[in-house]
């Protein structure tokens, strides 16, 4: 399968500090890809680079940010603007022929249908979060970066987003996203990138670092992993 | 850019409260600023406690001045309250009724005509140090123009006595002998009689004599000139060096509009850069939707656009009370969109390196009232030192710049609008500038 995404030593650095360090990876299509790591690992410096938000310091991301649905950690939405005033907004500014059908398509995509005359700044975290996505999909991008997507949401809430979630990757979108929910990981994740001090220290299916680090469970393993590559047990992931 | 112009005017009319506080505050504050730049200070209300017994006079000369004619003075200098006594007086000013009292005393006649020592008024006030200072500066004013009408009374009472003298006949004073011959035709009569004697010591006597009454009736009528400029010992004549002399109240009109432009102007603008961070949206406007130039443009043309509107209302609105000449309505219209961009710029410099509303609101608040302040200090309030300071903080901000161009659009004043308009465009581009280099070192 042809990568979607091409990923290539990457390096971010912020006067001292070297937030991403030499990362590569590539991304198929419909694969759904968590990034994980503690606090400080470069998680959201490398989906905002890979999303145009941020320009690297060395290295290269195949695709430019047009390619990129893009859905940061805070809801980026204009809160006294309505569901569908928010859409129609995005999709002039993104120059949508049919901004109209694009802003329709996102309200059936999203379950917001009926709600698209709401105000956002009163709508409910969750259905916040899915405002937040459908503007990143407004113009039909083949990849989604999303930053902690289900941080803010109950559990009821989580579970209707990854079911939106699961769908757009089941038709063909590439998902990436960054979390410290390691469950969320093990669930819906089909790839798992470890990054710790903006290294990359593992890359594979979740299921596969256990059988690189001996007992417990994903999270209990992925903390000895870190542990083992002289990450601090308090630092979490 | 015009999706952006549409999504901020929707936000703008769905923030009610925010769009009231936008147009009812610059409008309160400018009238307020107005009000007190055009109307001159009115009178301090000061009770008068008159203790000279009625039909009192002072004496000068052959000539009488009532003591009334000196409380009439203060009268007309102040809003005056007559009181009976000075203890009511007293309890007026604590209960504030008045702002300070004056006492004419009983023997201010018996003074005045003493010519050894001053008569003394009393003075009272109360109040704060602002109060105080004011109230002092004003009653010192009012009284000395009261002494300089008393003195005018006294010197033209002085100077119809010198005449009495002079010219004789009836003198009118009480026990004055009528039909007196004057001091002027003494030196003819005495010539006559001169001519008609022989030469001797009699002759020799009397021609002393008609020197004498000669030199005297000269300094006589000098005299009388001389009370005149001692009255008032120097005139003032003013002369305007350059530009058109602008009436106070056109004056606060362009005050007004201009404080009104920039708040609306700076804080739309601000907050509307600011409120972009803080719904996070800016970075996903900034992935390639929208550069940060044009982000900025829109925000400061938006903010421009609508405090051009609003002054524009405001001076046609003014103009129905205050004079203003409507011919040169193209002019104001220049200096107002000049004007407007160039606050827009400032707005969304400090909108830029603000990170939240509230921060850019504040920030802007905290920018734009000293540099009002600032712009309208006198050139003689402050030493020479401290204006240079002013003078170069409001060289580098817009409000001093387009004071001085609505001004001159609006009264012809000086310095000469073309300048202004150049100094305000200046201004533009570095703040622009400004506001480019925060969008960039924020995101």
Redesign the interface.
């Known amino acids: 399968m042809s990568a979607v995404l091409r990923v290539q030593e990457l390096a971010k650095r912020y006067g001292e500090l070297q937030a991403l360090a030499d990362v590569s990876f590539e991304v198929s299509a419909g694969e759904i890809v968590a990034i994980v790591g503690p606090n400080g690992a470069g998680k959201t410096t490398l989906l905002?680079i890979i999303?145009?938000?941020h320009d690297a310091s060395a290295g290269s991301v195949s695709v430019?940010?047009?390619q990129v649905g893009?859905a940061?950690q805070?809801?980026?939405?204009?809160?006294?603007?309505s569901v569908a005033?928010n859409l129609e907004?995005?999709a002039?500014?993104?120059r949508i022929p049919d901004g109209r059908a694009a802003v329709e398509r996102m309200l059936e995509q999203t379950g917001l249908k009926g709600r698209e005359h709401e105000r956002v700044g009163r709508l409910s975290g969750g259905n916040r979060q899915r405002v937040n996505v459908a503007?990143g999909l407004i113009a039909d991008p083949p990849l989604l970066a999303l930053d902690e997507p289900s941080s803010a949401l109950d559990p009821g809430q989580r579970e209707r987003l990854w079911e939106f979630i699961e769908s757009l990757a089941a038709a063909g979108r590439t998902i990436l996203f960054a979390t410290h929910n390691i469950a969320e990981v093990q669930r819906h994740a089909t790839r798992m990138l470890l990054l710790a001090d903006g290294r990359m220290l593992f890359d594979g299916p979740p299921a596969e670092l256990p059988a690189m680090v001996p007992g417990g469970d994903l999270e209990q393993r992925l903390v000895a992993f870190l542990a083992e590559h002289g990450q601090p047990a308090g630092a979490g992931a | 850019m015009s999706s952006l112009f549409r999504k901020d005017l929707l936000i703008l009319r769905r923030s009610r409260l925010l769009l009231a506080l936008l147009v009812i505050y610059p409008i309160a504050i400018a009238l307020l600023i107005g009000f007190a730049i055009s109307r001159s200070p009115a009178k301090p209300r000061v009770a008068i406690v008159d203790e000279t017994p009625p039909g009192e006079t002072v004496r000068v000369g052959s000539q009488r001045v009532s003591v009334s004619e000196y409380a009439k003075q203060v009268f007309d200098q102040v809003d005056a309250v007559p009181v009976a006594s000075r203890e009511e007086a007293v309890a007026q000013i604590k209960s504030g009724q008045v702002l300070a009292a004056v006492v004419i005393p009983s023997n201010i006649a018996a003074r005045v005509q003493s010519a050894t020592s001053s008569a003394t008024l009393e003075v009272l006030y109360n109040g704060d140090a602002l109060e105080q200072s004011l109230v002092q500066s004003s009653l010192e004013s009012a009284l000395a123009h009261a002494n300089l009408g008393f003195s005018e009374q006294i010197q033209q009472a002085a100077a119809r006595a010198i005449e009495s003298l002079l010219a004789g006949g009836n003198l009118g004073s009480l026990g004055a002998p009528s039909n007196l011959i004057g001091l002027r035709e003494i030196p003819a009569s005495l010539q006559r009689i001169i001519a008609r004697l022989p030469p001797g010591a009699e002759r020799s006597q009397l021609q002393r004599i008609d020197t004498f009454a000669t030199f005297a009736a000269e300094n006589l009528s000098a005299s009388r000139t001389v009370l005149a400029t001692i009255s008032q010992p120097i005139h003032v004549k003013s002369e305007l060096l350059h530009g058109r002399r602008t009436p106070l109240n056109t004056f606060a009109v362009v005050v007004a509009v201009s404080i009104s432009l920039m708040f609306v102007c700076v804080l739309q603008a601000a907050g509307g850069v600011a409120l972009e961070r803080e719904e996070n949206t800016l970075s996903r406007l900034l992935r390639g939707l929208v550069s940060r130039e044009q982000l900025l443009a829109e925000k400061g043309l938006l903010a421009a656009g609508c405090a051009f509107i609003l002054a524009f209302a405001m001076l046609a609105g003014v103009g129905a009370f205050v004079t203003l000449d409507w011919s040169r309505v193209g002019l104001w219209l220049i200096a107002l969109a000049f004007g407007a961009v160039a606050f827009g710029a400032l707005g969304v410099a400090i909108g830029a390196l603000a990170r939240e509303v509230r921060a850019a609101t504040l920030l802007a608040f905290l920018l734009s009232l000293p540099l009002a302040l600032l712009a309208l200090v006198p050139a003689g309030a402050v030493s020479g030192a401290f204006l240079g300071v002013i003078n170069a903080i409001s060289f580098v901000f817009p409000f001093k710049a387009c004071l001085q161009a609505l001004d001159a659009a609006v009264n012809s004043a000086s310095p000469a609008l073309a300048g202004s308009l150049l100094h305000l465009a200046a201004l533009t581009i570095l703040f622009g500038a400004l506001a480019r280099l925060g969008l960039g070192r924020a995101e």
């Open positions: 905002s999303a145009g938000i430019g940010p047009e893009w940061p805070q809801a980026a939405l204009y809160s006294k603007l005033e907004l995005f002039r500014l993104e503007l």
